[in-house]
């Protein structure tokens, strides 16, 4: 896989301006284990910037968007200065998808770009780190949590409980998206996400096949009764494999993933977070 840079590949180290109480957020790429650049933004949040010593009170949160997202998109920033209320906020492009590097291999060695993320964070001050991650960054941040550990907590919004699924229009449109050429052209030039031709191989841990692996740490899944990609099943099978260490919310009248997910969610979502991640 490449792992030159997209767009502009100049290093941005903007940093938190105390002389003029203003928060300013960090900006970087970060290297993933495999060699791929991954545009990334550091939020102190209004709770933490305010406080001393922030890193020993609030957690950070490291946010892992949805497919075809990107850490500009207006609906990430949303999410981003919703959590940033409870504590420090970390943002990242997947690989693939927006101005990061490399080739987007859909939810597979994403792994390794969230895990960039969580050491950037940890790297920052913060002993306290809590996941969250929609949709497709739902099954990476359940994942990495199984397999690199490191976190303190997960949120697991609108994620599928297994691969391959085909079950309703939207899924069946992303697989034509992902697996013809002519899909990922329209990926490239449509929606700012550059997909890997390669089909998996081997075949990633599944999600549910992850879930067990995560206790202790607290789990949160979350998912909409509305949501038109991942019918309940998903979340039902998620909080079955999970067992006595998950909790599940449905969510009446959601819809799927960041653009569904009200003011209000991401609120409760945030004060479970700071409660669970001690």
Same mark, same amino acid.
């Given at each position: 896989?490449?792992?030159?840079?997209?767009?502009?590949?100049?290093?941005?180290?903007?940093?938190?301006?105390?002389?003029?109480? =203003?928060?300013?957020?960090?900006?970087?790429?970060?290297?993933?284990?495999?060699?791929?650049?991954?545009?990334? +933004?550091?939020?102190?949040?209004?709770?933490?910037?305010?406080?001393?010593?922030?890193?020993?009170?609030?957690?950070?949160?490291?946010?892992?968007?949805?497919? =075809?997202?990107?850490?500009?998109?207006?609906?990430?920033?949303?999410?981003?200065?919703?959590?940033?209320? /409870?504590?420090?906020?970390?943002?990242?492009?997947?690989?693939?998808?927006?101005? @990061?590097?490399?080739? @987007?291999?859909?939810?597979?060695?994403?792994?390794?770009?969230?895990? %960039?993320? +969580?050491?950037?964070?940890?790297?920052?001050? *913060?002993?306290?780190?809590? =996941?969250?991650?929609? @949709?497709?960054?739902?099954?990476?941040?359940?994942? *990495?949590?199984?397999?690199?550990?490191?976190?303190?907590?997960? +949120?697991?919004?609108? %994620?599928?409980?297994?691969?391959?699924?085909?079950?309703?229009?939207?899924?069946?449109?992303?697989?034509?998206?992902?697996?013809?050429?002519?899909?990922?052209?329209?990926?490239?030039?449509?929606?700012? =996400?550059?997909? *890997?031709?390669?089909?998996?191989?081997?075949?990633?841990?599944?999600?549910?096949?992850?879930?067990?692996?995560? %206790?202790?740490?607290?789990?949160?899944?979350?998912?909409?009764?509305?949501?038109?990609?991942?019918?309940?099943?998903?979340?039902?099978?998620?909080?079955?494999?999970?067992?006595? /260490?998950?909790?599940?919310?449905?969510?009446?009248?959601?819809? /799927?993933?960041? /653009?569904?997910?009200?003011?209000?969610?991401?609120?409760?979502?945030?004060?479970?977070?700071?409660?669970?991640?001690?």
């Amino acid at each position: 896989m490449s792992n030159s840079r997209a767009g502009h590949g100049a290093r941005s180290t903007v940093r938190p301006n105390c002389e003029t109480g =203003t928060r300013t957020p960090l900006r970087t790429f970060l290297p993933t284990a495999d060699g791929i650049s991954i545009d990334s +933004v550091y939020d102190p949040g209004a709770v933490v910037y305010n406080s001393s010593p922030p890193s020993a009170v609030h957690p950070v949160f490291v946010i892992a968007h949805g497919f =075809t997202g990107d850490v500009d998109r207006p609906h990430v920033r949303r999410v981003a200065d919703a959590f940033a209320r /409870h504590g420090a906020v970390v943002t990242f492009s997947f690989r693939g998808h927006g101005r @990061s590097g490399g080739r @987007s291999t859909v939810g597979d060695r994403e792994v390794l770009d969230l895990d %960039a993320a +969580v050491r950037w964070a940890r790297s920052l001050g *913060h002993p306290r780190v809590v =996941t969250v991650g929609f @949709s497709m960054g739902g099954s990476v941040v359940l994942r *990495h949590a199984a397999l690199h550990r490191g976190v303190d907590a997960v +949120v697991s919004v609108s %994620a599928p409980a297994r691969w391959y699924y085909r079950g309703t229009a939207p899924m069946r449109r992303l697989h034509w998206l992902i697996t013809r050429p002519e899909g990922r052209l329209v990926g490239r030039y449509g929606f700012r =996400t550059r997909i *890997h031709h390669r089909d998996w191989d081997p075949v990633p841990l599944s999600p549910s096949e992850a879930v067990p692996r995560i %206790a202790p740490t607290p789990l949160l899944i979350v998912h909409g009764d509305r949501d038109g990609y991942f019918p309940l099943d998903h979340p039902r099978m998620l909080a079955a494999a999970a067992g006595d /260490h998950g909790e599940l919310w449905l969510e009446p009248g959601m819809g /799927h993933a960041e /653009h569904a997910a009200g003011d209000g969610l991401l609120a409760r979502i945030g004060d479970w977070a700071a409660a669970r991640a001690g």
